[in-house]
């Protein structure tokens, strides 16, 4: 799910994952398991490969994200 709700940890949510990823991708292209690492080491966010998977998706279907060759970059018309 999207919206938060309170039983949920805030960290995990969608939102504000695509905000963290989308910082990221601001850098450089990443790949999922470049993206994965900078996320538990730099921000000390422990999840999932789905709760990723899902924000990728997330941000896909939203358009702001591309994927070419396994390797995950903004839209040019959204940078």
Do not use: C, R, W
């Amino acid at each position: 799910m999207i919206i938060p709700t309170k039983y949920e940890n805030i960290k995990e949510n969608p939102l504000i994952l695509g905000y963290h990823v989308i910082a990221l991708l601001k850098e450089n292209p990443l790949s999922f398991l470049e993206i994965h690492h900078k996320l538990f080491q730099f921000k000390k966010i422990e999840l999932g490969y789905e709760n990723l998977l899902d924000t990728l998706t997330f941000l896909y279907l939203s358009e702001i994200i591309e994927i070419d060759n396994n390797i995950i970059s903004l839209k040019n018309d959204f940078q």
